[in-house]
């Protein structure tokens, strides 16, 4: 069975200092892969997509940037965090083998930047 | 460009009255639409889904939703509301306008239900 993992679970982070979210997917071949943020009353914002290793495409110009060096590895960093950074990082995946336009999501990262 | 809207972000109801979550939606070209529920600080957990099939799609839980095109609507229901039905409901929307979506969602705001008892 396919499951995706997210991490760090929760991140208190000050102003200024770099970030690094990491989503990994088991069981699954070529996902699309995708990151979204949901801030606080504002519903789920769609932040990068990537459809292979390499491949991210960007949906909102941001602080924050992504890549996929791996198959089944999605990373969202940022060089300098910024307080509107704040939010839960959600991480899902969408195969192709079954539930082909089903996106499954991870549990989710709490970033609070002070 | 798509966008969705849920009417109301709060909805509150009595255990066993009715849910009626409310979702409209606008798309060039018929849409894939889906509910999902959010638990306090967890992921996002698929309800149902329609893609172009029968227009009255059920899913877990008890709930179903209905695709009415004329009104650009996919409002998901539950006939008796349970204190475990109390989360936070999204209403997303994959366009297929201009080929390829890449599965990109668009979300509605989201709707907090409350369960009383």
């Known amino acids: 069975s396919q499951t995706i993992h997210q991490w760090p679970a929760t991140l208190v982070q000050p102003v200024g200092s770099p970030l690094s979210l990491e989503c990994t997917v088991e069981?699954?071949?070529?996902?699309?892969l995708y990151w979204y943020r949901q801030a606080a009353g504002r519903g789920l914002q769609l932040l990068f997509y990537?459809?292979?290793?390499?491949?991210i495409s960007s949906e909102v110009p941001q602080n924050l940037s992504a890549s996929r060096p791996q198959d089944r590895q999605f990373i969202l960093s940022s060089k300098k965090l910024l307080l509107s950074d704040s939010g839960f990082y959600l991480c899902?995946?969408?195969?192709?083998?079954?539930?082909?336009?089903?996106?499954?999501f991870g549990p989710g990262t709490r970033l609070t930047v002070l | 460009a798509q966008s969705v809207t849920q009417l109301g972000s709060h909805v509150s109801v009595s255990e066993g009255a009715l849910v009626l979550l409310r979702c409209n939606y606008s798309?060039?070209?018929?849409?894939?639409l889906f509910w999902y529920v959010q638990y306090p600080n967890q992921g996002l957990q698929l309800l149902l889904k329609y893609t172009s099939a029968a227009t009255l799609v059920k899913g877990i839980n008890g709930f179903e939703a209905e695709f009415k095109k004329s009104e650009t609507s996919f409002h998901l229901t539950k006939p008796s509301a349970h204190m475990s039905d109390a989360a936070e409901y999204f209403c997303?929307?994959?366009?297929?306008?201009?080929?390829?979506?890449?599965?990109?969602?668009?979300f509605g705001q989201g709707t907090i239900l409350t369960v009383h008892p």
């Open positions: 069981g699954t071949s070529n996902p699309n």
């Open positions: 997303a929307v994959e366009s297929l306008a201009g080929g390829t979506s890449y599965g990109k969602l668009t």
């Open positions: 990537s459809v292979g290793i390499g491949q």
């Open positions: 899902a995946w969408r195969g192709w083998a079954h539930s082909y336009n089903e996106q499954f």
């Open positions: 798309s060039s070209v018929p849409p894939y």
